[in-house]
């Protein structure tokens, strides 16, 4: 069984900077693809972003292009989410979510969360204007 736990959310405002934790619990860590999700009030969970197993290929979102990045440290079992020029719409529940599946790099899977079998709880960030 894999643990995936979440940490790092908060509140900042406009403009501001957080990085989001994942701690893995598995020592296969290395053999996992990763992604982070989000959740705002109202709207379905989305991809953000997504990291291949040895952290070469990432992929992310067009909202989130050129502030948020990806990063994976997989002697520590720890992937990171650096969320820069935070804007209110970014408001959300962020989770981290992992597979043990192949990698097809940044096509039509890593964003469909359907693709990913293991789950953290959240992590809650809140941007206010």
């Known amino acids: 069984q894999v643990q995936l736990v979440e940490s790092g959310g908060g509140s900042v405002q406009t403009g501001g900077s957080l990085r989001l934790s994942c701690t893995a619990s598995?020592?296969?860590?290395?053999?996992?693809?990763m992604g982070w999700f989000r959740r705002a009030p109202g709207k379905e969970r989305e991809g953000v972003a997504a990291?291949?197993?040895?952290?070469?290929?990432?992929c992310d979102t067009r909202s989130v292009k050129g502030r948020f990045t990806i990063s994976r440290d997989n002697v520590k079992k720890i992937m990171y989410l650096q969320l820069n020029s935070l804007k209110p719409e970014d408001t959300a529940t962020y989770y981290c979510?992992?597979?043990?599946?192949?990698?097809?790099?940044?096509?039509?899977?890593?964003?469909?969360?359907?693709?990913?079998?293991?789950w953290g709880q959240g992590t809650q960030v809140t941007v206010s204007s």
């Open positions: 990291i291949s197993r040895e952290g070469g290929t990432a």
């Open positions: 598995t020592s296969a860590f290395s053999s996992a693809r």
């Open positions: 979510a992992a597979d043990f599946g192949p990698w097809y790099g940044c096509g039509s899977t890593w964003y469909d969360e359907r693709s990913y079998n293991y």
